[in-house]
């Protein structure tokens, strides 16, 4: 039977658990906007993408009218914003995909931009403005493009065409070029910490290992699936709703194990923790997101992607940072805590300007409103309390329960993020939803964390020199 020490630490959980229910489930005037003609028009048109039975006689109508424009009477126009690339399902009896090319301004504006019909037009090295174009999808690039409105098929269209080879801004670039250099090192750290004596320990620490595992991949993506469903994110927002799955579908990192280390709980069976999940998250993980996700009509989960993602950037470099530990022990222990300071400074540094590039998606506050940020402190908040509740039903000590709330509620986000902005594009994901939700998670799981650790000390006290050996 459960049992917890510490009255004022069991009231703290509920008084803050209350007060977030009560936030999310209250009316926060413009909780949900309805659907505007940007969105409205790209739910059409990813609606007969992502369809097997859509009619992609559309997309045709679209390109055709958009290429015999009166361009001269176009308006002229600068923006900064994202090639869309929307690609049918379906494959036509020629062996063709229909397709649709969509320009977003970064506030939100929508174009059905015109295409040459030739499609050598957009190869990598053709003499036009279009050279590349399948390339530079999903950037953040300045675009120069004439604009105007047309009636096709009695609905009224907004088409653009360009004037000048779009060019990327240079802070996106290095930005997607950062966080992919630094979580391939920082999982090379990770390697570098471990052995296969940390694989071995759930022959010793069954309980510990395998509840962890659950709680990681089982429990907590079926907690997001029923807050997303429960405050209107899987109807209204989408994206979010696959943001929260992504985020509770990755492994822990080392946050959990830095967190642990502070809470003086097990830190091996963290690292041990970490260490699988990350292993099995290239099963886990696209897994999770394909059975979430299914049956959502605008959603279609670039599995293969994900998995492409995870093995190159973390199993990969995990093994190369496992095979210098090998060989050259000596150096691995010396460059441990730097890798260590990095993947905490880093993963910090690339929140605060993931936030700053995307300023004008947090002034979306339909989007990312009270319900939006308090959903996501719940989430990891959640998460730990049921590490916790779980953890002593089935009678594990608190040195061990400790470790295991940390690893239940705080996640790799620097991973999900990654995910996120390499398959936002392949999703039609316009906003940067995924890759906002995971950043936020990463920000706000700091704030969950210190908060838990000062709540373990009533609630799950550990006398001084006290290990795990006592319950295995």
Partial sequence: MLKMKGTCGGRSIFWLVAILMVLLLSPTGNVYAKTDANEALYKQLSGIAFSTDGDLSLFDKLNKAARGQDWAAGEETQLVGNLRVLKSVQLPADGSRAQVYLLRKLSGELYILSIPADPAARAAAADSFYAGLDGISGSKMAFSVKSLKADIGGTTYPLATFTAKPTQMKLDKLFKICIILMLFFVMVGMGMTLTFKDFALVFTKPRGIILGEILQFGFMPFLAMCIGRLFGFYEHYPFIFVGLILITATPGGVTSNLMTYYAKGDLALSISLTSFSTVMSIIFTPLLLAFYCAGMPEIAIPVKLVVQTILILVIIPLVVGMAIRSKWQAFAEKATPFFSALGIIAL????????????????????????????????????????????????????????????????????????????????????????????????????????????YKPLLPVAAGETHTEQE
């Fill in 348 to 455: 910090l540094i690339l929140i605060v300007a993931g936030v700053l590039s995307n300023l004008d998606a947090f002034a979306d506050t339909d989007r990312q409103g009270v319900k939006f940020y308090t959903t996501i402190f719940l989430l990891t908040m959640l998460g730990m309390l049921f590490g916790i509740v779980f953890s002593k039903l089935l009678g594990i000590n608190n040195y061990q329960t400790r470790a295991i709330s940390l690893e239940t509620g705080l996640r790799n986000s620097a991973l999900a993020m990654t995910i996120a902005l390499l398959i936002q594009d392949a999703m039609g994901d316009f906003y940067s939803s995924m890759f906002i939700t995971s950043g936020m998670f990463g920000l706000i799981m700091y704030l969950a964390g210190i908060i838990s650790i000062f709540l």
